[in-house]
């Protein structure tokens, strides 16, 4: 059991996934009954193919499991004392945070929790969302809010024994309106990370009047992550409202990134040219007029990605129901090169295997080798609930698309389809998904 792999290439090249994890959110009737982390066969030379062969339910119901990460990746390569084995799983809700152990891969067990009440009162943080593992092995997460679940949040640091050890750049949080996602490139001596808003607004569902008086994110920040300074900021106005997933190219001497403006339904790409970081608009996905709506409806660009190779990007508009692909041959110009349509509020509805996909395409991951697109449908729950009720009473669904890596193009594949509201104690919601062997979103590398 390795930490990661030496460079892009070679994860490239590295086995086919077998199983893969994700969250369960519960979504029933009974408060009593908890998340869960379901194990799932991917391998269809298995006999339990397209199957959940195993799921570790949780010690308290409530956390709303969401975005998790590794205890290690790619990142430690050279450390020989680092194994990527423990997931490191937070609950948005309850701020609590699971510690994962998968030397078992297929029948993961509870390692460690860290309690809610520790974290507040050690780090004033609250609602838990991305882990990175770093190079140094401690583990860094970001957090949306306080203990009061107000704005901004900020970056709690977990020592290899999964104790406190710390808060990351706490000195610049004054500067910051908001936190979100974060990605950081070592050498070039930089992070990035992106603004959603306070847990005490967005928990409770979306309100368009919020965003007109400021209380959701549409900056993007610079930090200097050796020295833990924010050094640039970039507002990116009425075009780049809520801007949330962001990633680096995986290259690590590449300066080009994006991240997807969720409401703005717009992608900004970053690059550093003549030792200075610029930004500008590459995509932009128009909204389009439905009668049952006061107002036109956004794509609502809510994940994004990059292919192992830098050579596509992925995002799901999880109103519109689609998934695009888009070719960074010429990373200052985007070509959409694949589209393909799955549930959402307008046009016709998406089936497979004889079931309505309701919802829209939410979470994305990517095989290693760029062939194969994992796709949950749940943001959150309380989002969930108004744009997507049928996701309460019918649970989430997984469906695997096909990538074409040649000249790009998308479609889906009808061997494999998991329904989570059938699921023995459901229904579930869905939402990220990780490999064991590492994946496109939890992977850094050094030099």
């Not at 194990?39 to 998790?68: A, C, N, R, W």
């Not at 009440?117 to 949306?144: D, Q, R, W, Y």
């Not at 439905?290 to 292919?307: G, M, N, Q």
């Not at 959409?336 to 996909?357: A, E, M, Y």
Request: some cysteine; charged content about 25%; aromatic content about 12%.
């Amino acid at each position: 059991m390795s930490a990661g792999y030496k460079n892009p290439k070679a994860a490239m090249t590295a086995p086919k996934e077998k199983i893969i994890y994700t969250m369960l959110i519960y979504c029933g009737e009974d408060k009593n009954q908890q998340d869960r982390i379901a194990t799932i066969d991917v391998d269809p030379s298995s006999p339990t193919y397209s199957q959940v062969i195993h799921t570790l339910k949780m010690k308290y119901p409530g956390d709303e499991l969401h975005h998790f990460g590794w205890n290690a990746c790619s990142s430690c390569f050279n450390d020989s004392t680092k194994s990527r084995r423990f997931i490191v799983l937070p609950g948005i809700k309850s701020s609590r945070i699971y510690i994962i152990d998968t030397l078992n891969e297929k029948m993961p067990s509870i390692h460690k929790i860290l309690e809610p009440k520790e974290i507040k009162e050690k780090a004033n943080l609250s609602s838990p969302h991305t882990v990175h593992c770093l190079a140094n092995g401690k583990i860094m997460i970001s957090f949306l809010g306080d203990k009061n679940g107000d704005a901004p949040g900020g970056y709690l640091l977990l020592n290899s024994d999964f104790e406190i050890c710390g808060k990351w750049g706490e000195s610049e949080y004054k500067s910051i309106g908001f936190s979100y996602d974060f990605w950081y490139q070592p050498f070039h001596n930089i992070m990035v990370s992106s603004e959603w808003s306070a847990p005490s607004t967005f928990s409770a569902g979306f309100d368009l009047e919020d965003v007109k008086i400021g209380k959701y994110g549409q900056k993007l920040y610079f930090w200097d992550w050796n020295n833990e300074k924010l050094i640039k900021t970039f507002d990116l106005g009425q075009d780049g409202l809520i801007p949330l997933e962001l990633r680096f190219m995986h290259n690590p001497k590449s300066t080009h990134g994006y991240v997807g403006a969720a409401l703005s339904s717009s992608v900004w790409h970053w690059w550093k040219e003549n030792n200075e970081w610029k930004i500008e608009k590459v995509i932009q996905v128009d909204p389009v007029s439905v009668d049952s709506w006061p107002f036109p409806v956004p794509a609502l660009i809510t994940d994004l990605l990059l292919s192992m190779d830098d050579r596509f990007m992925y995002f799901s508009n999880w109103l519109h129901g689609e998934i695009h692909q888009y070719s960074l041959e010429d990373p200052h110009k985007p070509k959409l090169v694949g589209k393909i349509k799955i549930g959402g509020i307008i046009g016709d509805k998406s089936f497979l295997v004889n079931k309505k996909l309701s919802g829209g395409p939410q979470m994305i991951q990517l095989s290693l080798d760029g062939k194969r697109l994992y796709v949950t449908n749940s943001l959150f729950s309380s989002w969930d609930d108004q744009f997507y009720p049928d996701i309460k009473k019918d649970g989430s669904y997984m469906i695997r698309i096909k990538c074409e890596t040649e000249n790009g193009g998308l479609s889906l594949d009808d061997s494999f389809a998991l329904d989570f509201g059938t699921l023995e104690n459901g229904p579930f919601r869905a939402h990220e998904t990780r490999y064991p062997g590492g994946d496109c979103t939890s992977d850094i590398w050094i030099v």
